[in-house]
Nanobody, 125 residues
Framework: QVQLVESGGGLVQAGGSLRLSCAASGRTFSSYAMGWFRQAPGKEREFVAVISWSGSRTFYADSVKGRFTISRDNAKNTVYLQMNRLNSEDTAVYYC??????????????????WGQGTQVTVSS
């Protein structure tokens, strides 16, 4: 299966920005939709964003719409999450995930079969 490694997390003050990266290896990267999820302390893992295999379709959770942008570079086997105007509610471990199929764009946890280790994002205020 695919191996996913997230990077780019860290500590940032409220109103600031971060860009997360997810490098993939192993299974064919460009054939699958990719997504980002996050899990805050004491909360369930929640959907953040997803992008189709070609990059032509994206979908965002309401909580991040207008602030976050998901993108991918299939030549580099990498998916990105640009996060702007961060606030304390964005503090969480962010996970990269690969979609289970190459023909359906979903945004539920069960739609994704491979997960990275996660990267911590902490927003101070």
């Amino acid at each position: 299966q695919v191996q996913l490694v997230e990077s780019g997390g860290g500590l940032v003050q409220a109103g600031g920005s971060l860009r997360l990266s997810c490098a993939a290896s192993g299974r064919t990267f460009s054939s699958y939709a990719m997504g980002w999820f996050r899990q805050a302390p004491g909360k369930e893992r929640e959907f953040v964003a997803v992008i189709s295999w070609s990059g032509s379709r994206t979908f965002y959770a309401d909580s991040v719409k207008g602030r976050f942008t998901i993108s991918r570079d299939n030549a580099k086997n990498t998916v990105y999450l640009q996060m702007n105007r961060l606030n304390s509610e964005d503090t969480a471990v962010y996970y990269c995930a690969q979609h289970r199929t190459s023909y359906k764009l979903g945004y539920n946890i069960n739609d994704f079969g491979s997960w990275g280790q996660g990267t911590q994002v902490t927003v101070s205020s």
